[in-house]
Structures are given as C-alpha cells and as structure tokens.
C-alpha cells in the first residue's frame, strides 16, 4: 500500500457524530480547520481529532464502495447481489466469487481500501500524539479518549483482515510502502487495541441511562464484545487460539458485558428495525409515522429517540446523518439504497424504490417463513400486492431484505422528500443508524463462549415463549442465522465455523447453486462453484490499483 497514492491525510475533515442530545443528532456545526501542530494540543483538541476518527469509521460506509456490511449480504448464501439487468456486474462477481462473470472489475474494493486506510491513519495520528496533549490530569478522560482510538482502529483492522486476510500493517501514521502483514500479526494489534480500550474506557464513560446522549460512543462493554466477536472469529477460521487473546479472557470479557452491561432485549423484535414497525400516518398535506421503533427517527418536526429511549438492545451504533452531500460531506446511510426494488415503490409495505440488490435467496425463505422473525427480516412482494419491474430486475425472487430497506409513505413520496430532510436524495439522505453489535449477539457468544444455553435461550424465547433449547453449537448457528439475518454477521459466521470457510463454501453452494430466479423476466437458474470459493477462501479480491501502485509490493489473494 502507497499511502501517497491513497491520498491519506493529517486534516481532521470532521463530520458531526451527534453524541450530544437527541435534539442535536445531526448537528454538523463544529468543524475546524486543524492541523498537526494544533490538533492534538489538550484535551479539547484530542475530543476533536477523536471525532474525526469517529468519522473516518463511518465513511466507510457512507462514502462510496461495496461496504463491509453490504458485502456481507452479497457474500453469504441469505440473499443474491441482484441489482438491475443492464447493471454492471461487479457485485454479482462478489456473490459469486468469479470474476469471469465481469472480468474488468479487478478494482472493486479500491474505494474501501482507501477509506479504511484513512481512517486508520487518523486513529494512527492520534494514538502517537498521546504524549503530547496535555491532559490537565485528566487521567480519567485522556483513558477514555485514548480507549476509543485504539478500539476504532481494532475495528477498522478487524473489518479489513476478515475481508482480505494478510494486509499492509501500519501502528503509527506513515507513507511507507509496506507489504501484507500475516492475518495472525494483525490479530496481535486487533486483540491489543481492544484489552487496551477495555482497561482505559472508564465503566461509567457512557452510562446506559444516557443512551440518548451517548449513542454511537464506543464503550468499555462495546469493546469487550467486540474482543469476543474477533475471538470467536480467528480461533474458527484460522482454527487455532491466537497468544493476543485467550478463551478465558473471551469468557470473561463477554461475561462482564452480560453481568454489568445493563442492556436488555427488544420486547418485540421488529422494533429494532423502522421498516419493520412503521406505518404510514399522513394526514392531507402532511406526512407522519406511526411507529414503534426504538430507535433514532424523524417525526416531521423533530428527531425521536426510540419513544423515549433508545433501545438498551443497542451495545454499538455506527451513527448516520442527513447532511450528506456531494461537497466530501459523507455522513448519511448510502447502503439502504441498493435494497429498494427497482423502479417501483412498496406503497402498502413502506419500502421506497432502490437499486434491487439482496433478493432473498428461495432456500432462507423456505427454512424461515414460518419463524415468528421472518416478516421483519424479509418483505413479500406478493403478499404487499406489489408489481415489480422484473423486465429490470436480475435475480428476482419475489422477496427483498427489510432492516434497513429505503422508506416512503403510502403516497409514494419518499421519507426524505416528504420531510425535506437534507439533500432529499434517496442514495445519500437516509439515516438510519446501522448497529454494529446489539445484545442479542452478545447473548449467543455468551452460550457459546461458556457452553450453557441460558443466552441462546433468552435470545429465542423472545419469539419463542417457554420454549427451550438444548446447548449445541448446531442450535446457536441456527439461531443466529435468522435472528441476525440481513444485519452484516451472518457471512462472517459462515466463514468462522471451519476453517478457512470450508463450511461456508458448502452452505453457500446448497443455497445458490441451481436456484430459480428471474433476470429481465425469464426464469433462470443460478450457479455457483464451491471451488470457486474455496481456492480463495472467502477472501475478497485485493483491489488492483494498490498492487500497481505499490510497485507490486502488495500481492493478489490466491484465486483471483
């Protein structure tokens, strides 16, 4: 990697993160202009530069690029990459895992790269600067600060090791051209950023009674989950324990989360996600929602939070806005725009047009439909007595994803538009929040980290009242695969169950391989090659302008 190719930067370019009040979520009135001498002076200037590395996480999905979580969805055997006939099949090359599909997108994560590598060099900037702040003795806050840059950097490290294995590794802000690290020294950093986030985020930095205030801050109890997840993560892909993390200290970071966390499940499970719960509630010339949703939404007037609080299921928000632009402003929720179907607007359903991805493979639908989660993971276009454009559609299936699905009310007129949010763009102004770890999660690595039942249990009976599992790995996996679906894990777990993806490619493979879709209006079947996937190993292409660029000191995974 040629950090001066990639355009890395010491200016904190700060996009607000709303951590203040529920009223000021996406308050974008505090940007600076800063520099390396200035930027990390005293305690005020390090809260800034930290919000900058607060906002070089989030570009990496709200700016351009497939986006961790979107490839997720792509990649794993719940949904297809679809999108429109005539598109570019770029994304179905991920789906696939076959580049002969679209042989010139050697350069699909280019984008993805850069912005990791970004946001890695500010979190970079500011850890190497900690001796240099003057903290007033602050000992408190210069813990916490300093906690939640190396735990975003875990993050950004662990998110580019799980798509790519072995990358460049970079600890200090540097325009060296380095080669791959092996994934296991990345581990190293990943495992240390997180027990060095756990020990300084104070407990109380970000109490759960001020969720409202709070949301989107990375906390001790965030890290420790988080700490878990890479865990669990290494130890079944690469299927060996890593020195930097123990089972024990995985134990017992989950376990803490559990013990002292506070947080607590949804009631209902479809109020975790606002396309799940809303209706539309106009009236004349004015729109309004009628809505259960426990998290941050906008009422016509003013920015809700839950109704009342935000969720306690919440243990980590990657936070979104509506000012995004086209001016370098990128701060709003670009992924929920590839999930609208095409052309068309699900007026009875709420669900805006978008760019048709994610189809729903037939075989998630045929092993959910029944389970009581299934309409709040998954909309029905027939059941919504919705008319698709399937003449420009590419892998219609009849079912779309529905988290986080672009919204619009009855009328058709989009939430943007109706409520005049921002730019009104339906690419770049929806706001919705994308959790990256809730408590649910955290209840299942729980079972399965100490080998009980009791989280698998309190995590199914909320749909499933009275009803008991016994302890099995088999009943987590199943567990997890609906009561995650479509929320960017499930992929991931794929991979981690064997090693190197074994299982993944398998699963991947029953589901795809042979299933009927539509593409333009003709009934197709799909395929798939499980040696397609497994000669690289779940892992994502390099993108070939950082090997040109690097002199060919970076190196292509194995099968591209």
């Known amino acids: 990697m040629n950090t001066k190719h990639i355009l890395l930067t010491s200016a904190l370019v700060v996009s607000a993160l709303a951590f203040t009040s529920c009223e000021d979520f996406f308050d974008t009135s505090s940007k600076k202009d800063l520099n390396t001498e200035t930027a990390y002076s005293n305690l005020e200037s390090a809260e800034m530069a930290l919000v900058g590395c607060y906002d070089g996480w989030q570009r990496t999905i709200s700016d351009a690029g497939v986006g961790m979580y979107l490839l997720a969805e792509f990649a794993s055997e719940q949904a297809f990459a679809g999108l429109g006939l005539s598109d570019a099949k770029n994304n179905n090359v991920v789906d696939q895992f076959n580049l002969g599909i679209a042989p010139s997108y050697n350069d699909i994560f280019n984008v993805d790269w850069q912005n990791y590598y970004k946001a890695i060099f500010r979190c970079n900037q500011l850890i190497v600067q900690e001796e240099n702040i003057d903290w007033a003795g602050d000992t408190k806050a210069q813990g916490r600060v300093m906690g939640e840059a190396h735990a975003l950097r875990g993050i950004l490290y662990f998110d580019l090791v799980r798509m790519f294995g072995d990358v460049p590794l970079l600890t200090v802000p540097s325009e060296e051209n380095v080669p791959r690290s092996p994934a296991s020294d990345v581990y190293k950093v990943i495992f240390e950023d997180f027990k ?6 104070p407990a109380d930095a970000y109490l759960l009674d ?3 205030t709070n949301d989107g801050r990375i906390t001790k109890y965030a890290a420790e989950a988080l700490m878990a997840r890479a865990y669990l993560y290494y130890t079944g892909y690469y299927g060996a324990e890593h020195p930097s993390c123990t089972k024990a200290e995985a134990v017992a970071a989950i376990n803490d989360v559990v013990q002292h966390g506070g947080y607590e499940l949804e009631k209902n499970y479809a109020d975790f996600w606002m396309p799940s719960c809303t209706t539309d509630a106009s009236s004349g010339d004015t729109y309004a929602w009628n809505t259960t949703y426990a998290g941050k939404w906008y009422d016509g007037s003013a920015w809700q939070a839950g109704q009342g609080k935000l969720s306690a299921e919440i243990v980590l928000n990657l936070k979104m806005n509506t000012t995004h632009d086209y001016n370098g402003n990128g701060d709003g929720n670009a992924f929920s725009v590839y999930l609208g179907p095409r052309n068309r607007s699900a007026t009875s359903v709420c669900i805006a047009s978008g760019w048709g991805a994610c189809p729903v493979t037939p075989a998630f639908v045929e092993q959910y439909k029944n389970d009581p989660r299934f309409n709040a993971c998954v909309w029905s276009c027939s059941e919504a007595g919705f008319n698709a454009d399937i003449t420009d559609s590419y892998e219609y299936t009849g079912y779309y994803t529905r988290k986080y699905a672009p919204m619009c009310f009855a009328d058709g007129t989009r939430q943007e538009v109706g409520f005049k949010l921002g730019e ?8 919705q929040d994308y959790t990256i770890m809730r408590y649910a999660d955290v209840l299942l690595m729980h079972s399965e980290l100490n080998g009980n039942a009791d989280g698998l249990n309190q995590v199914h009976q909320r749909v499933y009242p009275g ?12 567990e997890r695969a609906i009561e995650l679906a479509f929320e960017g894990v499930h992929y991931w777990d794929l991979m981690r169950y064997e090693k190197e993806g074994a299982y993944a490619a398998r699963v991947i493979a029953a589901a795809q391989n ?11 079947t799909t395929s798939f090659s499980e040696s397609n996937f497994t ?10 302008t950082q090997i040109t660029l690097s002199g060919n000191v970076l190196t292509q995974n194995a099968g591209w």
Do not use: D, F
Request: proline share 2%; hydrophobic share 30%.
């Open 424 to 431: 009104q763009h339906q690419n770049i102004t929806y706001y």
């Open 210 to 212: 001020n969720r409202n």
């Open 467 to 478: 009803e008991t599992l016994a302890y099995s790995i088999e009943n987590i996996r199943k």
């Open 196 to 201: 060095y986030a756990i020990e300084h985020i």
């Open 535 to 544: 000669s690289k190993k779940g892992l994502m292409q390099i993108p070939n």
């Open 514 to 524: 042979g299933a009927k879709v539509m593409n333009g209006g003709n009934e197709e």
